[in-house]
């Protein structure tokens, strides 16, 4: 029996899109850039972001329909709210594959315990916003588009050739 992999994609959605305040704008490039990933069917999809840009982005919930919000309070709400996600909840730990959209240092350790449990790991980011820690965690590392095309993925695609571009 041929087992489908199960992918969770965790997405921190004002670092996706490059700050809460271009939310409104991006959120939906951001979505089509997770929709474009290659080899990924029917993915599991968590994403979180602040009220500011809740509030800024009516259109938020219906265009991410099928996605679950997860919501965090204070400062890094969200952030903890992924991390969460990432430590604690069933579906990470049954996940195949875990990809996380975000370039956030925050992020390094629960994607290393992940990792440390064989389950793959992938960081989807901007090039300029990509810590180095996070990146070393991940098994695959594809660049948040300039929101013109596909996710793309650098030279080699794992984390020593990442090191050497950045």
């Known amino acids: ?4 992999e199960r992918t969770l994609i965790v997405v921190d959605l004002e670092n996706a899109c490059g700050g809460s305040g271009l939310v409104s704008a991006n959120h939906r490039r951001v979505l089509k850039s997770i929709n474009l990933l290659p080899t990924v069917r029917r993915p599991m999809v968590v994403f979180s972001t602040g009220p500011r840009a809740v509030a800024e982005t009516p ?5 991410w329909r099928s996605a679950r919000f997860v919501q965090g309070r204070g400062l890094d709400g969200a952030d903890n709210a992924l991390i969460s996600v990432l430590r ?3 579906v990470a730990a049954r996940s ?3 990809i996380l959209v975000s370039g956030d240092h925050a992020f390094a350790e629960p994607l290393g315990e992940i990792r440390a449990r064989g389950i793959r790991t992938g960081v989807m980011a901007h090039p300029a916003s990509l810590s180095r820690k996070l990146a070393a965690n991940a098994d695959e ?3 948040v588009p300039d929101f013109d095309g596909p996710p793309t993925t650098p ?3 794992d984390p020593v050739n990442f090191k050497e571009v950045a």
């Open 155 to 157: 030279a080699g695609n």
């Open 1 to 4: 029996m041929i087992q489908e």
């Open 88 to 90: 604690e909840e069933p």
């Open 59 to 63: 259109d938020l919930f219906w265009v």
């Open 141 to 143: 590392i594809l660049w």
């Open 96 to 98: 195949s594959r875990v």
